[in-house]
């Protein structure tokens, strides 16, 4: 049997991402498995991201902005920085990725694929599939968790960023095609009463914090997306009503929706094993890439993938530190908390971070890149009583909370 020097399960975007930085940096060292469950790629995802680190994959890049905005209480806040913001399909990502997998002789993808076993022995991982056992020194495991069954018991917080976008081609020209609308939150009746939640009730009862995220590709055509920042998912009707609403409101008039995807991203402090034995690694998402304030992940996974590459290919098989810096992960679980506690403060709070913290400044918090002047710049944005609170006493802030609830169930 061939013992393979490394077995990545899972072709997606980390897999993907890490046999492409192996082989632009050492062609011919390794032999590399790649194992993924789906038989074919299909234009499956969209990953947004600004431009704060070179990357591979500039060129599957299909739209840039250079200014955003967020609606909230009847007023709208324009961005512009010196990054942009892209869009990459996953199409053109795809092609670009396989490229240098289907080019290189040392370097094998099997597609459909399923792995059963992973059993990890004194010098190799035995994988069990449903069509054979393979062997490797190391093994990476980009295969995605099963987010919405995880659980938190506080301090930490398990949300997840649940979606459902349409690409639609409107008959009215209703789209500023020069501006992604990050975060509308302008809708948050309209989800009140698709959920049947009375006027009255609306800033507590919403299971989570809803808003529109739209990026123009011109003035009739845009990616849509019902979003929503909550400890658990809905029924798809729910966004789905969500859409229809908010391009009626917009006055798309008719419009074809060309197409439509659906995704769980974790929002959560819950920890994730890079490393879980000596043999076998986590990356992607499984590997915590996703940032647990916002769920963007794909810059995350690119230096994942470039770290761990670098160490393969020296033999160099330590400790893998994590891509989100400590001062990142406290800052996070704080804000975290934060929404847990006071979600109908939440779209008020991601308003005053755009409205008044500089743009490259939050750009680079958003991608870790932050110097502590950004840091300084960004938290100086919210308000300091509830965060410190959070951040420096969060058992006792439960705690009280608590108390405060049984005395008033008495």
Request: glycine letters at 8%; proline letters at 5%.
């Amino acid at each position: 049997m061939q013992v393979w020097d490394a077995i990545i399960l899972g072709a997606g975007c980390a897999g993907l991402t890490l046999v492409n930085e192996l082989i632009g940096r050492g062609e011919g060292q390794l032999n590399i498995l790649l194992l993924e469950e789906r038989s074919e790629y299909t234009n499956d995802r969209t990953w947004c991201f600004w431009n704060t680190l070179n990357h591979r994959f500039e060129n599957a890049v299909s739209y840039r902005w250079s200014g955003w905005n967020v609606h909230y209480a009847g007023e709208v806040v324009h961005c512009r920085g010196a990054y942009q913001y892209q869009y990459l399909r996953a199409e053109h990502f795809y092609k670009l990725a396989l490229a240098p997998v289907y080019a290189s002789s040392k370097t094998i993808l099997r597609l459909g694929e399923q792995v059963r076993t992973v059993q990890e022995e004194e010098d190799l991982v035995r994988i069990q599939t449903h069509q054979g056992t393979h062997a490797g020194r190391y093994v990476i495991d980009t295969r995605p968790m099963d987010q919405q069954n995880r659980r938190a018991t506080y301090p930490d917080v398990h949300w997840l960023q649940h979606f459902m976008g349409w690409k639609v081609k409107t008959e009215c020209a209703c789209f500023q095609s020069k501006q992604v609308t990050l975060m509308d939150f302008e809708g948050r009746k309209d989800a009140a009463e698709i959920l049947g939640v009375s006027d009255n009730e609306t800033d507590n009862a919403l299971p989570g914090i809803p808003f529109i995220y739209l990026l123009p590709f011109s003035p009739t055509e845009a990616l849509v997306e019902s979003t929503w920042f909550g400890p658990k998912v809905l029924p798809k009707s729910v966004y789905r009503e969500q859409l229809q609403r908010y391009l009626q409101e917009k006055g798309a008039g008719n419009y074809e929706i060309i197409e439509e995807e659906y995704g769980v991203l974790p929002m959560s402090t819950l920890p994730t094993t890079t490393q879980p034995t000596r043999r076998i690694r986590h990356l992607g998402l499984a590997g915590g890439a996703a940032r647990p304030s916002t769920g963007y992940a794909f810059l995350a996974i690119q230096r994942q993938a470039q770290r761990l590459a670098d160490q393969l290919l020296k033999g160099d098989w330590g400790n893998f530190p994590d891509y989100y810096s400590t001062q990142s992960r406290l800052l996070d679980a704080t804000f975290l908390r934060v929404l847990q506690q006071n979600p109908q403060r939440g779209p008020e709070l991601f308003w005053r971070l755009f409205r008044y913290a500089n743009p490259d400044a939050l750009v680079r918090f958003l991608a870790d890149t932050a110097s502590l002047k950004d840091l300084w710049e960004v938290t100086t944005c919210l308000p300091s009583g509830i965060f410190l609170k959070q951040s420096l006493f969060p058992n006792f802030s439960q705690k009280k909370e608590m108390e405060t609830t049984q005395i008033q169930g008495v």
